[in-house]
Nanobody, 123 residues
């Protein structure tokens, strides 16, 4: 069982940076692949980024490549999402998720989810 708690969201202006954190409970965090997803108002939840259990492999959706960075610290049971050059279309609730297998960009592939942290980017 893994419990996830996100933090770091807020209201920011376009162009600035924001770093999200997700702290996991449990002693097996290092065995889980982690993902960040987001859900904008009126839209389906979508994949943003994923990272393997070791941190050696990362994946991004095309619209955030080069601006967002996913990372993890297994000693702190934490996964991060550094978001640079934010755009208004990044406005959404951001969720972290965990799965006890390899990385995936599919919502249905992740078993554990946090409650989300809201990011609002004003133009």
């Amino acid at each position: 069982q893994v419990q996830l708690v996100e933090s770091g969201g807020g209201l920011v202006q376009a162009g600035v940076s924001l770093k999200l954190s997700c702290v996991a409970s449990g002693r097996t965090f290092s065995s889980y692949a982690m993902g960040w997803f987001r859900q904008a108002p009126g839209k389906e939840r979508e994949f943003v980024a994923a990272i393997s259990w070791s941190g050696g492999n990362t994946y991004y959706t095309g619209s955030v490549k080069g601006r967002f960075t996913i990372s993890r610290d297994n000693l702190k049971n934490t996964v991060y999402l550094q978001m640079n050059s934010l755009k208004p279309e990044a406005t959404a609730v951001y969720y972290c998720a965990a799965r006890d297998s390899g990385t995936s960009n599919l919502v249905a592939a992740y078993k554990y989810w946090g409650q989300g942290t809201k990011v609002t980017v004003s133009s």
